[in-house]
């Protein structure tokens, strides 16, 4: 009978061996690579080995208790069997080549990786305006592959738009703005599945529009509207990456429903109309959404994948005029009206220019 050492010998000498840097090589040039842990068992944790039909599994099994594991089965019929039989299974997920390739460099970031990718074509990203801030925030998310990107906006595309509004183009100049939204993100990314809504966002249906959407991009440009998002947002325990932008400055930060902040913390009431000139009058510097709504994006993206610090309580001021980005703390208020301790139940209903909370 062989020794240890010949039966060794013999099977090294049928097999193909690599030293540890070429398998390093082969493992970061092959994604789909497998690697096969058979270390000594630390415990005697249960192995049940599974092939198409048993026999594979029935070697496999064998093999296995040869190199010392203990509690080892092999399941006659195999996955065949299993399946046939009606008991519950489902296929490991992975990116498709070409989704590899699109995202190849987030595949090299670890903190996105393939987990983090597929996260993200799972995602759900409501964003209120496919305006100043909507497009590049949709564009960005939509070159991230995020699953799915609700739109909701209920203007036409004007040439006036364009100065800003980098989803829209001259060809598109009349179209509803969520069906030019639509046309570029999935000439950009056919994973992306768009769901336009063509409505004003009101008290009845704003509950309906924004339930199962995993994060919701505020760039809404009135105050009834925000106050609107941040009360329903609330109810339904929805995180709202709020934007705001005008002439050269910029403001960035994420509403965590009971969390941190809410709209209402930081701003109670809306100031004085006379203060506040809504975005239609006020004139604003073309690139700055651009700015304001990426940051928007990421903020979205770190929501979702749960990396890095959110700018949650916190709020991002950004000057183009002396390119400073600040950032003040903004605390949860005791009295707040909405998410106070004290606020009693939140009602949605149309809010008129003071938007105060309505109540039973
Ligand atoms: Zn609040």
């Not at 000594?40 to 005697?44: C, G, K, Q, R």
């Not at 009295?335 to 009693?344: E, I, L, Q």
């Given at each position: 009978m062989a020794t240890f050492r010949e039966l060794l010998a013999q099977t090294k000498s049928r097999i193909r061996e690599v030293d540890t840097e070429q398998a390093e090589a082969f493992i970061s040039a092959t994604p789909n690579a497998v690697l096969l842990d058979v270390r000594?068992?630390?415990?005697?944790a249960p192995v049940v080995v599974y092939c198409a039909g048993g026999t594979r599994s029935a070697f496999a099994a064998e093999t296995l208790a040869q190199l010392g594991y203990t509690d080892v089965v092999s399941m006659a019929g195999g996955f065949n069997k299993w399946k046939n039989e009606g008991r519950a299974w489902k296929a490991p997920r992975t990116l498709t080549p070409d989704q590899r390739n699109r995202y190849q460099r987030h595949l090299l970031v670890n903190e996105v990786g393939e987990e983090g990718q597929l996260k993200l074509l799972d995602a759900k990203v409501l964003l209120l305006g496919a305006g100043g801030l909507g497009s590049p925030a949709a564009l960005y998310l939509a070159a991230a592959g995020v699953g799915t990107i609700g739109i909701v906006d209920m203007d036409v595309v004007d040439e006036s738009n364009l100065q800003r509004q980098i989803l829209h183009n001259l060809d598109r100049v009349g179209e509803r703005k969520v069906d030019s939204a639509k046309k570029t993100l999935t000439q950009l990314n056919p994973d992306v599945n768009v769901v336009t809504y063509d409505v004003r966002l009101g008290a009845d249906n704003i509950l309906d529009v924004i339930d199962g959407y995993d994060v919701i991009i505020d760039g809404a440009d009135n105050f009834p509207s925000r106050y609107l998002l941040n009360d329903a947002s609330l109810i339904k325990g929805i995180p709202v990456v709020h934007g705001s932008i005008f002439r050269f400055e910029g403001q960035a930060t994420v509403f965590k429903p009971w969390d941190g902040p809410c709209y209402r913390c930081l701003l109670p009431e809306p100031p004085p109309a006379e203060l506040a000139p809504s975005c239609a009058e006020a004139g604003v510097l073309g690139v700055l959404p651009g700015i304001v709504g990426s940051i928007q994006a990421v903020e979205a993206i770190k929501v979702i994948l749960g990396f890095g610090e959110p700018l949650v309580g916190r709020l991002l001021a950004y000057d183009a005029l002396d390119q400073s980005f600040r950032t003040f703390k903004v605390l949860r208020d005791p009295?707040?009206?909405?998410?106070?301790?004290?606020?009693?139940e939140i009602v949605i209903a149309e809010y008129d220019e003071h938007c105060m909370p309505h109540r039973h």
């Open positions: 000594e068992p630390d415990d005697d009295d707040c009206p909405a998410c106070g301790p004290n606020a009693g």
